[in-house]
């Protein structure tokens, strides 16, 4: 039943956004001096990441590796101590160069629910 509430939530969503015409597209870019090494290390570094992932939730943390094709957890808590957040995956890495991740799912009452082409599968 759950299922079927998340399936409607999706596809309602997939509605207004393809009836909705023009997607606006944002994009953002910051000008760093700084070599890409010292960069890349300290944005995908557990510790120093954080300083700037506390800018999506103040308890925002990763679990897991950048190594192309590894999962990797993007996490934090809601104003009532829930944990959630994303369940990823990095897509590319080319180190000091460029990284992607893709995103699958999320957490959800402690499980991941991963999207898989318009459904839900939720793995425990």
Not at 42 to 54: V, Y
Request: net charge positive; charged share 25%.
């Amino acid at each position: 039943m759950q299922q079927d509430g998340w399936q409607a939530i999706l596809n309602n969503f997939k509605k207004y956004v393809e009836s909705s015409g023009k997607m606006l597209k944002l994009h953002f870019q910051t000008e760093i001096n700084a070599p890409a090494e010292k960069v890349f290390r300290l944005m995908l570094n557990a510790k120093t990441c954080r300083e700037w992932i506390i800018l999506f939730n103040p308890t925002s943390r990763f679990e897991g590796s950048w190594e192309k094709g590894s999962k990797i957890l993007f996490l934090g808590s809601d104003e009532q101590g829930n944990e959630g957040g994303m369940v990823s995956r990095i897509k590319e890495n080319i180190p000091n160069r460029f990284i992607s991740i893709e995103h699958h799912g999320v957490i959800a009452d402690g499980k991941e629910v991963y999207f898989v082409r318009d459904k839900i599968c939720q793995l425990n």
